[in-house]
Each structure stands twice: as structure tokens, then as C-alpha cells.
């Protein structure tokens, strides 16, 4: 039976002159019964509603205990004389020491070849070379991560640490004929390097998470010069544990 708001008001007024519920409600003939599911299911509406908000509150704090990234990289070197593409890898360990702040250790790898040739300019003669260059940087610092979404986690990071390139340079000789035994000459150097950035990383299940991108401003300075790069990532991150 469905009791109105008039008589929902009559009946509390009467219940606080003195009256019973019982006595309140016979007079406006409506079974006590009535009141009683009514308050029922206004009790277990809200029980349910505690229950989501409570859930998905708890789904939202999920934090595991380690996080493990690899996956693909790139980098773009910003020089004005160097203006080719890198390609690599990039491998971070992250440990979450509360729900927002995690220290990262993070690895990445960059290789490129190429070939140029040289005019000599006494004897006129075309002399042909190969370039190989790697470059990695070892890093370590916080990473920021906004956990209010149950899948999407984006995050920032600021790391500082070590970067290490190699040059190797391949004298083929003139052209032609190219030499089977070219001279060799090996440059490296080592130097200060830090990387500032961030990402968005999209859950797939409690151990995978995809990194939809990661994208960073990675400075390292080295005798060969200071190069300004931009780096990108992204890859699978492994999920272990929760907190």
C-alpha cells in the first residue's frame, strides 16, 4: 500500500503529541506493516549504496607492492647537428612508497647507424664512412601517480642520474674500391643527465597494466657535447603484489 506524503505527516505529528505508531496509523488507516517495509527498504537502499561507494572506493587505492615497465623507445635528439632518430628500448622498476609517490629506477637504450662519404680536399677523392652511436642513460628518482581511477593511472616523474654514448666512426677508404679492413676510431664519454616527464598507463588486469605513453625531456651532458632530447615510450607494465 502505498502511503502519501500528507499522511506520512499527520502520523509523525501525531506519533510526537503522544501517540503510538500503531494508534497514529489506525487512525489514518494505514497498516503499521506498511510503515515498517517502507523503513526497511530505505535502510537497505542505503546499505547498498554504501556498499558501491565503499567498493569503489577500495578499487580506486589498489597499489601494488612493485611495478615493472618494458617496452619500446625512442629518441629525438634535439642538437643542431644531430637531427636523427633513435630507436630502442626503455625498462623501469618502480616501488610505490605510498598511494601517490614511487622511486623509479629507470634503464633505456638507443642505437643508430648511418653512412656518409667525404670529398678529400687535396686529393679530390670520395672517401666513404660508416657511423654506429648508442647512447644509455641510468636513472633514479620519484614518480607521482594519480590513483583516483580504477584503470587509468596517468603519472609524472623527475630523475636524475648518469648517460653514456658511444661514437664508433668506420673509414671504408675511397670509393672505389671500398677496403675489406677499414680503419676504425672509437669515441665515448660519460656525464651528468636527468629526465622530467610523465605518462598514462591503462590497466588490463591486477598483473598488466598497458603504458599507453610515456613522453620525457631527457638532458645529458657529456664532453661531446650537451644534447637536449625528447624521449618516448611506451610498453607493458607488470604489476606485483598489492600493498
Known sequence: MEITEEKKQKILEAVKAGESLAQAARAWHVPATSLGRNQHMSRIGALLCLTVLFSFRALAQEVPRAELFGGYSLLRPGSLFERQVKHGWNAALTVPVTKWLGITSDFDGFYKSSQASLVTPFSNRLLAYDYKQTFHSFLFGPQFSWRRHPRITPFGQLLIGVGY???????????PPLIESPFV???SDSGFAAAAGGGVDLKLSDKFTYRLFQADYLNDQADLGTRNNF????????RFGKK
Open 165 to 175: 654514448r658511444t661514437i664508433r666512426v668506420e673509414n671504408r677508404g675511397p670509393v
Open 185 to 187: 676510431s672509437n669515441f
Open 231 to 238: 624521449r618516448f615510450a611506451t610498453g607493458i607494465v607488470f
